[in-house]
């Protein structure tokens, strides 16, 4: 009796199972204005093949991409600037004139722009030394760089002390420490009768080399971590998959949306604060550096290979979206996403050079830049996350 | 029908407890409530020793009113960690409050030398029929266009599963498989307990339960939930079945009889023993239950998608039928002046609250006039608090979810209609 019991509850979940799947195909089948609709088991090979291709992404080849094409390039391009810029210090240094400081000054923004491009690369041994801490965070204090440099500080390691080194940190050197050229010259050329050197050098040198350093060792470890991130791609907290969309929507919105234009903007604090704008001291880079960023962001949410203008893109997250996204109406979300960055791309360019000047004109069209930004976070937070299903970087809790 | 089946029961359902705490300490030492500090410690350890009590049987009312009372507290501190589970253990224990479990082969009876007696039928009835309304009212949820037509949220949280061995590349993408699952889970809910009641179909119908579970328990990370179910299960056993596995015991509790030569309490003879207060607890039973069986219903009562609003959401042993992600962030605004500024929410909350609050509305509304305080304190004047929200369900894009024109503060924290979130553009039919 009950094993008759079992067997009828078998059958009705099958024959349920199976009409609905019929639902699903017949959907399909209008489409596709098939008729035959007479074996169900034909009905059900094709709706599993259809979904079959489904199987197919391969997350190993998305992460070989990302490393090969994306991250490894674009470090190594960085690294390269950062040598130049490292050594036109060194050549600074020996020749101090108006022609050695504004090569300096050159190398610096075409190293901060190529900055721009691995910021978002928060993994690995960079996250481990806090390096995107230690190369760009700003405002600089700029107190405390004045107290490092009159006490000649060699070790810049403390925390405390991330606030004084890096891009922002040379800007302030290079270019905030006053604005006429030749006054700026003078505090390289004016020796400290104590020590018969000169402080802002000695703190310039050891800023730059430090940066130069931090960046050897990330792009070092990348040789032996690109194999580990590769394999890493099952869908936990901690796989490098995971990990990354974290990071690049992380970056998205605080790297770019708050840190570039939000902050200065005033969007957390009620006034404006353009001494919170990237490049404060060079001024009219801002809107530059910020392009560059969101160039970068752009480019690898489309698999376009690093520094490569030919080459067909590889697969990236509009790849990934794409294949898991089921048919919406109209527009796709990666699409979407992609309009987005495009609106913010063109709203940044409306924009002045020189966001203290924009903020001093019109901060309207900040702030409202800023909210076009704001719409891409909320697509690839909620809409990608979901589509894609990764957990966001919450603590691990039971669900149910 | 003796005792000793809650004892077995309870036995397995606490050892399960032990781990919870466990983890519970993590999360907690994250959690924002400062206030508790080490006390929350402290409240653990007496949720603990009191189930360890339980287990053993010994001074058993007190131990299970502790229980009940502390492991409430516990859950009641920050609702951001409810969970269908740990209320239905509140629940359960709730209800053991007024159950004379302590009989058979417990210390309580050890040690007053009583001779175990019999339990009245409808106390383990009563179990027996509070798993059921769990159950059924799980399956009843499930009967919803989205669950049923369009396997959400399954055919979302299913392929992401891609890295389990064998079946993660393979079953758990296919379409189909999602559809069975879904309707296999409603079915499964829906008739398990009859399954369960049912002499016959009892064993097979235990199968099941732990087929299922396990399933589940290696698809999401639902903590201790499925093996608590499975050994709360076992209550619709008889208690032969029960005798059996507790003989293993036994054979282990002898040998230390015999080492420490204690005297072996009286025998096994079954007397009957009208319990005094009896009517008294059978009173706030029913009560219980007619509580239990509306709870659920009451979000009928409200207007608008429950699975949009959530209103009547939780208390209701609807799990896992949504995946619902939002962003939600706050617009402080200066009503004379009009300057605003929006609100980073790292400076408030825990990411995990932050993504509870994002998509739950009584959460965002305690939210917004926490933050509508909290900068009126810092000298804030005439403020306003606007949410800009935006929430994605089962695998919908992602609509505007709060009523961006209506100042939040305006808006008391009750039980009334949310009339400032915005209506739900799609259609679900179903419970």
Redesign the interface.
């Given at each position: 009796m009950f094993r008759k019991f079992i067997l009828l509850l078998l059958l009705v979940f099958f024959v349920t199972c199976s009409k609905d799947s019929d639902n699903l195909v017949e959907d399909d089948l209008v489409e596709n204005s098939l008729t035959d609709s007479s074996s169900e088991n034909g009905n059900e090979t094709d709706s599993s093949s259809e979904a079959g291709n489904k199987t197919n992404f391969n997350r190993e080849s998305m992460l070989t991409f990302w490393a090969d094409s994306l991250i490894i390039p674009s470090q190594i391009k960085f690294e390269k600037e950062m040598q130049i810029l490292d050594e036109s210090i060194i050549e600074f240094a020996k020749t101090t004139n108006k022609e050695s400081l504004n090569s300096v000054r050159l190398n610096w923004l075409k190293a901060y722009k190529a900055w721009q491009h691995i910021e978002m690369f928060n993994i690995g041994k960079a996250e481990e030394i806090y390096y995107p801490f230690r190369m760009n965070i700003y405002p600089v204090n700029s107190a405390r760089v004045e107290n490092n440099v009159s006490k000649r500080i060699e070790n810049i390691e403390n925390p405390n002390d991330y606030s004084c080194q890096g891009f922002p940190a040379l800007d302030y050197l290079l270019f905030g420490l006053n604005s006429d050229q030749e006054e700026l010259l003078k505090k390289y050329t004016t020796v400290d009768p104590s020590n018969d050197n000169n402080n802002y050098m000695n703190y310039l040198l050891i800023v730059s080399n430090k940066m130069l350093e931090l960046t050897n060792t990330v792009v070092i470890d990348w040789q032996t971590y690109r194999n580990t991130f590769i394999a890493s791609t099952e869908n936990t907290m901690t796989s490098s998959i995971n990990k990354f969309t974290n990071d690049f929507i992380y970056y998205y919105e605080k790297g770019f949306r708050a840190n570039k234009i939000g902050i200065p903007a005033g969007v957390f604090s009620g006034g404006v604060l353009p001494d919170r704008a990237e490049a404060y001291y060079k001024k009219n880079v801002s809107k530059e550096l910020s392009l560059e960023a969101l160039k970068a962001i752009t480019n690898f949410f489309i698999g376009k290979p690093f520094g490569d203008n030919n080459s067909e893109t590889g697969i990236s997250f509009k790849h990934y979206i794409e294949f898991f996204e089921t048919k919406k109406d109209g527009i796709s979300l990666a699409e979407l996403i992609l309009k987005q960055f495009d609106l913010s791309k063109e709203s940044i360019n409306k924009l002045n050079d020189d966001f203290t000047i924009q903020l001093d004109n019109n901060k309207m069209d900040m702030l409202i830049t800023y909210d076009i930004i704001q719409k891409a976070v909320v697509l690839m937070k909620v809409d990608m996350l979901q589509a894609i299903n990764i957990n966001v970087d919450y603590q691990d809790a039971d669900g149910d | 029908m003796l005792i000793s089946v809650v004892r077995f029961w309870i036995n397995g359902w606490i050892k399960s407890l032990y781990i919870e705490p466990k983890?519970h300490f993590?999360?907690y030492g994250?959690s924002w409530i400062k206030d508790l500090g080490d006390f929350t410690y402290i409240l653990f350890v007496i949720c603990g020793l009191s189930s360890l009590f339980i287990a053993l049987g010994y001074k058993y009312r007190i131990s299970i009113i502790i229980f009940f009372l502390s492991f409430s507290y516990i859950e009641l501190i920050d609702k951001t960690?409810y969970?269908?589970?740990y209320y239905f253990i509140s629940c359960l224990s709730f209800l053991m409050c007024f159950l004379p479990l302590n009989s058979t082969y417990s210390l309580d009876n050890y040690l007053s030398n009583k001779s175990p007696t019999k339990v009245p039928k409808w106390t383990i009835d009563s179990i027996k029929f509070f798993v059921c309304i769990i159950y059924f009212y799980a399956g009843l949820a499930k009967i919803n266009s989205d669950w049923?037509?369009k396997a959400m949220p399954l055919?979302?949280?299913l392929?992401?599963?891609?890295?389990l061995p064998i079946i993660g590349?393979?079953l758990m993408?296919?379409?189909?498989v999602h559809?069975?699952m879904s309707?296999?889970g409603m079915?499964y809910d829906l008739?398990i307990p009859f399954l369960l009641l049912?002499k016959?179909?009892r064993s097979?119908a235990f199968v099941l339960v732990v087929f299922f579970h396990v399933f589940t328990r290696v698809l999401?990370?639902?903590?201790m939930?499925p093996y608590i179910m499975i050994i709360i299960s076992l209550i619709f056993f008889d208690n032969k079945t029960h005798h059996k596995i507790l003989s293993y015991f036994k054979i282990i509790t002898d040998y230390f009889r015999k080492v420490l030569s204690l005297p072996l309490p009286l025998n096994l003879t079954l007397k009957e023993k009208k319990l005094s207060s009896n009517n008294y607890s059978l009173f706030i039973v029913l009560l219980f239950f007619l509580f239990q069986l509306l709870l659920p219903l009451r979000s009928f009562l409200y207007p608008g998608e429950l699975f949009w609003k959530e209103q009547g959401y939780r208390f209701s042993w609807r799990?896992?039928l949504i995946?619902k992600?939002?962003?939600t962030v706050f617009k402080i605004k200066n009503s004379v002046t009009g300057?605003?500024?929006?609100?980073?929410n790292q400076d408030f909350l825990?990411?995990?609250q932050e993504?509870q609050m994002s998509f739950q509305p009584d959460f965002i509304l305690e939210y917004a006039h926490h933050l509508g305080s909290h900068f009126g304190k810092m000298g804030h004047q005439n403020i306003e608090v606007y949410a800009d929200s935006?929430?994605?369900l089962n695998?919908r894009?992602?609509a505007r979810f709060v009523n961006q024109e209506i100042d939040l503060l305006t808006q008391k924290r009750s039980l009334k209609n949310y009339s400032w979130i915005l209506p739900f553009t799609d259609e679900i039919n179903g419970f």
């Open positions: - | 983890f993590t999360y994250f960690t969970l269908n589970h049923l037509f055919s979302i949280w392929p992401s599963k891609y890295d590349n393979s993408q296919q379409e189909w559809y069975l309707w296999g079915f008739l049912n016959k179909t097979y999401f990370p639902i903590g939930f799990v896992m995946e992600m939002g962003y300057s605003y500024f929006y609100v980073d825990t990411p995990f993504k935006h929430v994605s695998g894009r992602s």
